[in-house]
Each structure stands twice: as C-alpha cells, then as structure tokens.
C-alpha cells in the first residue's frame, strides 16, 4: 500500500519532503542568527522615551519640547523641592531649606526659575500661607544628564534636615525619573516573565517532557529576529521605539508564535495518523494550517499598519515595530519550527505518540467535547445565539463607568515620591497646584507676552526665564491642579491669548499641555486608525473566504466581543482595581489587538469550516471544523491571554490596563464568540453564509427527489 502516495484531489508532496530540506531550513536559520543575534542586544540602545520622540509629531507642545533639546545647554528638568512639618515650619527649619537650595543651585547651575511674584526679583524660597511648608523650584539643564539619574542625587543631597521635617522632591523632571526608573530593565522582565508563562502552559498543554521545548526555541529565534529586526529599521528609518512598544514586541512574537505552532502540531498530529513518513506528513499539515496562519499573520500585520497614519510618535512607531514582529514569528514558525519536528521524528510527542493506522477514521469519529457542544448548539441555535448576545450585552453595561482619560499622576500602582509631592504641594500651595506650562516666544516680545499671560484667567504666576537660541522662555504656573479639565482650560485659554501677539510666535508646552496634545491627538487617531483597520480586516477576511456574508458576520461577532471585553475591563479597572481612569492610548492598543489578533479564532475556525463544507455541507462543515479545531483554538487563546497578562505583573496602570484588556478580550473571543456565537449564527443563516462563493447556492437534487434544506444539503464536490 503506498501510504504516502497523494490523496484523490491533493497534490504529492514534491520537493518539499527531500530528506535534505529540514537541514537546509536550520542551516540558513542558524546563519541569520549568527547575523542577527548581536544586532538584536542594540535595540536598547536605541530605544527612547523622551518626550519629543514620543509626543504627537504635528503638536505644539512637540515643537516647544524639540526647540527646548535644540537650545544651548539643551532643554531643563524642573524639579520642585516641597518641605513640610506637621506642627508648622520652625527657623531651624527655614535656614536647612535655604542651605538646601543655596548648595543645589551652586551645584546645578546656571539658571534657577522661582514662583516668587511678579518677577525673578523675589527670594528663591517661599513659605506657605499655613506656615507649615516651605518650597523652592531647581531647574536643572539636562546637559547634566537624564531625569531618572539626577533625581536621585537630588534626594540624597537634601537628607539633612532637621527631624520631622519631611521632604518630596516632585515636579515634572521628577515625576520622569520616576517613571523611567520603572521602565529600566521593563524589557528583560517582560522577556523573562513571558518566556516562563508560555514554557508553563506548553507542558502542561502537551504533557510531554521534550515537545513544549520546541516552539519556544522557534518563538524564542524568532523574538531575537524580530528585534534586530526593529534595531535596523530605527537606524534605516528613524522610527521610534520607547520601552512601551519593545515590550509589546515581546509579548506579540510569543504570543502568535506559540499560536502558530498550536495549531500546525494539531494538524501535524492529525497528518501523522494518515502518513507513515513524518516529511510527507508535515507537508500535508504545512497545506492545511499555513493558509489560515498566512491569513492571520497578514491580517494583524495590516492592521498594525494601519498605525501608520496616527500622528502620535509612539503609536506610529508601534506600526512597523508590531508589523515586524509578527512576520518574524509566521517565517520561523512555518520554517524553522516544521524543520525542527521533521527531525526529531514521532518520538518528540512521547508519551503519547501518534501511531500511522488505517483504522484512524472509525477513532476521529467518536465524538468529543467540542463534538457534543456542536450537537447541542445545532440543536438549540437560537438560545445559543441569544444567550451568548446577552452574555456579551451585559458586559458592554460597564461602559457606563469610568472611561475618562488617567492623569499622569495616576499611572503608577502605588504612587511614588513624586507624586505624593505634587499633592503635598496642592495641600500647602493651591495657586502652584498645576504643573508649569513653558512658552517660548520670540525675545523682543518677552514682556508683552507676559503681560498677556499674567492677565489669562487660570494663571497663578508667570516668571520671565532665559533667552538663548533665538528665544525666550516663560515659566507659567496655573492654579488648578496637574491633568485636569480645568487646568486643560486654562492652558487653551494660554494659548490663544499669546498666538494673538502678532510676531511673538509663541507657542505653550510643558507636561499638562504635552499630556493635553496626546489626548487630543488619540481622539484624533483613533478616528481614522479604527476604520481603517476594519476595512483592512474586512478585505482579508474576503480574500480568505471568498465571500461577503461570512467576513461581515465575524467582523460584527468581534466588534461586539471588544465593547463587551471593554465594559467588563472597565468594571474591574472602576470598582474592583480601583484605577481613577483609562489611558488615553488603551482604546486604541486595544482595539487594534482584539480585532486584529480576536479575528484570529474565527480565521481558523472559518477557513476549516470552508474546507470542510466544500466536502460535507455548511452544517456538517462547521460541525466538524468545531470539532476539529476546539481544543487547539482554545490552547491557542489561552496562550495568547496568558503572555498579555503578563503585562499585568508590571507597576504602571497603562500596561496593566492593556494586559488585562486583551487578555479578557482573547479569552471572550476564543471560549464564547468563536466556540458559541460563530458556531450558531453559521447553523442559523446557512449555506448562504457563504454568499456569493458557489458555496451559498443549493446543489441539485437526484432526481425525482424534493429540493434539500441546509441541514440536508450533500457533500459539494470541488
């Protein structure tokens, strides 16, 4: 019997089973990472998280921020000094925060800004109206380095004071040092974290004490890839990469990775049962598994460049970074990882090691777990697509909590040092409550712009600063507090009285005007990105499926399955977790995962079922692809949940926010919308699902026979 001769209809495996193609594959795969490999340990080099590379290109608080870096002795870091006692300020006090700041401005000079009144004039210290605080402003020229290594000398050099005298070094260089001390060494967390997530479910997945190495070898080639990869485009095309994005990078390689091998070891598996040589085994499983994967890869690949058009640096830069991620995961995992199992033959899945039989039809036959539950929805499709739309409803009900946008202050899971100083310094100083705004204007025009802004409603002070460069600079500080509606206002209002100053030129940056351009501009993104990437989607999916009926209806399942993983996540973020808002760019990320990467599980599903009505009929089509593909769908989705969860793990309530988000999301859409609602919807509507393909159209009856319905209808010949 010739066991690997070529099915009816198929055609033989060709070339591509010579017992010298696996050695070829690892052989080019070991070059390119011998090429690769040392590129891959640069990406940190040029991995960036100041704020003009990852501010909206287009704003103005972008431009201020570029032309502050540009002027001599590059832009400074405004730190504020508060100090504070309980019992009220003593004198001994009072003489420490003066010997404090006398020593810290001769050791940063040349420039100290100071809130003191109507001009530079004042004292650099100032006392609150309570008497029991004391603050000075130290702007600090980043000639003298990053906010993250100065705030901490900062800190140390004020530790001598008097006992119960309390200090918080805060500010917006403060609040960066802060965060960029978090994100150092984010990379290598996530890197570790993810490859210990993903071995866990693997062995557990296989139970097999060498198989779960595999995959993780390729994802893990595949990660190195992807990251050289991003280094040359930064260097090629000067597209930005901040810490945000290379973890994501991470975390999207293993998780489609670890997808992709998901679902070719289950057809390999199923290949292995029908062809005794594993080579021509793994061809018949690369035939049927890599036109779903290619479709997957593609469709997140498009979708994630879409980001193209944002206008937010990050989210820009996220486009091509995610695009080249994903591609590097689809080549290993249908190169590499096929070539690593072909070798290592039938004895890699022991203990249970899938046998050659010609019985193995009678065996697939006998139903499953994913076979009942595709019984019982044929049986009750109405109550199935019913309940799982109220499922999905009753979660989009958390919607109405609290989605408005989280203050910079708030984006840390347990507040540091800098922000508890910005609410001792509301507390003690309400007229410096906001963060301090810097216009840059054109030095004849100085005076008449601070006149201007001095008269603005929502302005505390204006302090006149240094003119180098061709401009002049003016520290405003308004009086409500940091990232608020009415701080947003006052620094509108800012705006327009000084663009009215015909030739100042000036233009109003600084942290509250920066974080208002990068709302501004989400908003903005977010309308032309997300219809976008749903046209994308859309073609994809026809182009797959060759049909209209059937992408619109998955695209429908998954943007309901979105609002739903969004509510709910909104419920948990409001009442449970306790966060005072959503992040600005987790709609987007968001949205762009779960459609691109929800969309997924109804590839795969689809794409069998296609295959298998061409053979059996819509109904039975979609039966037995259901039961063909639940298990390894759903292995696959609780990988891709579990490596975003990852995220979770991490101090900043922004990438909690989008870890959870999307790993609900992938669980919602692998266990409910595509194993119910899909499932149910296709029984309901039929073969017409398939619409316009020759699929939708009822075959003929024998003769003498009435015409069939869809539950009838025969096996369609291709």
């Known amino acids: 019997m010739a066991v690997d001769a070529a099915p009816s209809g198929e055609a033989p495996p060709g070339r591509l089973a010579g017992r010298w193609v696996p050695w070829l594959v690892i052989g080019l795969w070991v070059a390119l990472a011998v090429v690769m490999g040392p590129l891959s340990g640069n990406l940190s080099s040029v991995t960036t998280d100041r704020a003009a590379d990852t501010l909206p290109a287009g704003a103005e608080s972008t431009e201020v921020a570029v032309l502050e870096d540009s002027r001599p002795g590059g832009g400074d870091n405004t730190f504020v000094f508060v100090y504070h006692r309980a019992g009220g300020v003593t004198d001994a006090d009072r003489a420490t925060v003066e010997r404090h700041y006398n020593t810290l401005a001769k050791q940063y000079p040349p420039k100290v800004v100071t809130p003191a009144g109507e001009d530079d004039e004042g004292p650099e210290t100032r006392l609150s109206t309570d008497g029991k605080a004391m603050m000075f402003t130290l702007d600090v020229s980043a000639a003298y380095g990053a906010p993250e290594t100065i705030v901490g000398p900062l800190r140390d050099a004020a530790k001598d004071r008097p006992a119960g005298l309390e200090l918080d070094v805060t500010g917006p260089a403060a609040v960066d040092g802060d965060l960029d001390a978090i994100y150092d060494g984010i990379d290598l967390a996530v890197f570790l974290t993810t ?80 062809h005794e040589n594993v080579r021509v085994a793994m061809v018949r499983a690369l035939r049927g598994a890599a036109p779903a994967i290619v479709a997957s890869a593609a469709t997140v690949i498009a979708g994630l460049l879409c980001l193209l058009v944002a206008d937010l640096n990050s989210t820009n830069g996220l486009g091509p970074i995610g695009a080249a991620g994903i591609l590097c995961a689809l080549v290993a995992m249908l190169t590499l990882f096929p070539a690593i199992l072909v070798l290592l033959g039938r004895r890699i899945f022991w203990p249970a090691i899938p046998r050659f039989s010609t019985a193995v039809t009678a065996v697939e036959e006998k139903p499953g777990l994913w076979g009942r539950l595709g019984a019982a929805i044929s049986r009750r499709r109405w109550v199935a697509t019913l309940s799982s739309l109220g499922v999905l409803g009753v979660l989009t009900i958390g919607l109405a909590g609290n989605t408005g946008a989280l203050r910079m202050q708030d984006q840390f899971l347990s507040a540091p040092e800098s922000v508890t100083g910005f609410t001792v310094l509301r507390q003690h100083f309400p007229e410096l409550g906001g963060q301090p705004m810097t216009i840059l204007t054109r030095p004849a025009y100085q005076e008449r712009v601070l006149d201007v802004v001095k008269g603005t409603p929502g302005v505390a002070e204006a302090v006149p600063g240094q003119t180098s460069g061709g401009w002049a600079d003016i520290s405003v500080f308004p009086k409500d507090a940091p990232d608020t509606v009415a701080e947003y206002d006052t620094i509108k209002r800012v705006r327009t009285a000084v663009h009215a100053v015909s030739g100042a030129e000036a233009i109003v940056g600084g942290p509250s005007a920066e974080n208002l351009d990068t709302e501004v501009t989400t908003s903005r ?182 015409p069939l319905v869809d539950d009838e209808e025969p096996a369609l010949q291709r």
């Open 195 to 274: 490859v210990l997530v993903v071995t866990l479910l693997l062995i557990f997945t296989y139970r097999s004490p060498v198989l779960w190495l595999i995959p993780l070898v390729a994802v893990g080639a595949a990660a190195v890839t992807a990251m050289a990869t991003v280094y040359l485009l930064v260097k090629g095309f000067g597209i930005v990469v901040n810490s945000q994005n290379s973890a994501l990078l991470t975390i999207l390689v293993f998780g489609v990775g670890t997808d992709y091998a998901l679902l070719l070891i289950a057809r390999y598996r199923e290949a292995l049962h029908h």
């Open 525 to 706: 993104d977010e309308k032309l990105v997300i219809p976008l990437v749903l046209i994308v989607v859309l073609l994809v999916l026809g182009l797959l499926l060759r049909a209209i009926v059937a992408p619109l209806i998955l695209m429908a399942t998954v943007i309901v399955s979105f609002a739903a993983a969004f509510g709910g996540s909104v419920f948990v973020f409001d009442t449970i977790l306790g966060f005072k808002g959503v992040d600005y760019s987790v709609p987007l990320l968001a949205f762009l995962f779960l459609v691109a990467l929800g969309v997924d599980y109804n590839i795969f599903l689809a794409s069998r079922a296609r295959e298998e009505t061409v053979r059996l009929g819509t109904r039975e089509g979609m039966l037995k692809a259901l039961s063909a593909t639940g298990g390894v769908i759903t292995s696959a989705g609780l990988v891709l949940a579990a490596t975003f969860a990852v995220l979770t793990t991490l101090p900043m309530v922004m990438l909690v926010e989008v870890g959870f988000l999307v790993a609900f999301g992938v669980l919602l859409d692998a266990l409910l919308v595509r194993s119910v609602l899909v499932p149910a919807l296709t029984l309901l509507i039929g073969r017409r699902i398939w619409w316009p393909s020759r699929l939708s159209r009822p075959a003929e009856p024998p003769d003498g026979q009435r």
